[in-house]
DNA sequence: ACCGTAGACGGAACGTGGTTCCGTTTGCAA
DNA sequence: TTGCAAACGGAACCACGTTCCGTCTACGGT
């Protein structure tokens, strides 16, 4: 199941372009909205349109390759905070930075549910990210006695991702606010470790 | 706060264009979908794009046009029914006719969150039809000891909506029978009338 | 019945955005 | 240094929404 052969190596330019595009477009997307022309993309990642269209075929796969990039972003600062911080902090530490890329990437997830086949493994990427990420930081958290234990990875996610859902609220900071609150529930209910 | 003066008469084949175009949109969205290109609607109702404009400003204008027409001729038809036949019987074939048409508009639906303000009035209207309809045909079906008193109009309409939210099940009539199904509760509770 | 005109009509033309094509350039290994 | 597969850029193409404007016509007035 491995790779076959001697894989062809990349061009450093091929690499360095798409690694332009995949910034420029995130940075385009924030700005201008996930509606944005691909040629503004283009021009801010100072490449032509032939090349955004060489490493994405179509539009929607930049999309999707932004979105995916950024959940990458996102679940590896688990491992990263929990090296950092004790389990309970960890955790607190990285659902608010959640609750920002749920902020953050409402317009893409907008965009998700648009039917175009390029998002349909994208709820699994997710999922595949996110799970296993909160699992670890939650389990740690739990064992050291510093969360409660009856709730699980996934409805934490989903509840977070509501949370942030109804932007007509006040303040810009109104999600963190809110999963604030909801962290504090969280690790009222521990139990002392064993 | 009634017509100021002789309202100018509109031309008979300026009003014979809005309906052609009226139908034409409904057949083409059927069929192509609510994306489909306003030059085909123009062709199928055998009119310029130049008319199109003419009477719906925006593309939008007309997918909206079309789906209060959608609402007007779905909720007609509960006075209808209601003459024809007795209360619950009447009530559990408008639920049905009403389960066609959500069904039905699913794509006008989705366009309805597209944020564009021609679709800012749609979910108004939808209320301000279908729940004096339905209040009617409930109220006379629990009169007659038919129905169960203790659902309103509102809960029925968004829960028979809900009911055919996911399309990912089996036959085309799954949500016709859901809600026969759910119909079928509504009249089992039913107290004698006094 | 006939006119004059307000208003309607059709469809070419325009602006924008996605996607394709292809001649030119370039990284890299021999 | 050289050869070429692969990458590049951006003009060109196509599909849409929307606008413009010259032509046509319904209909109220005579």
Known sequence: MGEAGPVRRVRADARRNTDALLEAAATVFATSGVDAPVREIATTAGVGVGTVYRHFPKRADLVAAVFRHAVDACADEAPALAAEHPPGEALARWLLRYTDFIATKRGLAAALHSGDPAFDALPAYFDQRFR???DALLAAAVDAGEARCDV???DLLRAV???C???HDAGPDHARRMTALLVDGLRRGAVSPA
Request: a neutral charge; glycine letters at 8%.
């Open 132 to 134: 296993p990420a909160l």
């Open 152 to 154: 699980a990875a996934n």
């Open 161 to 163: 991702a509501n949370l």
């Open 165 to 167: 859902g109804p932007a």
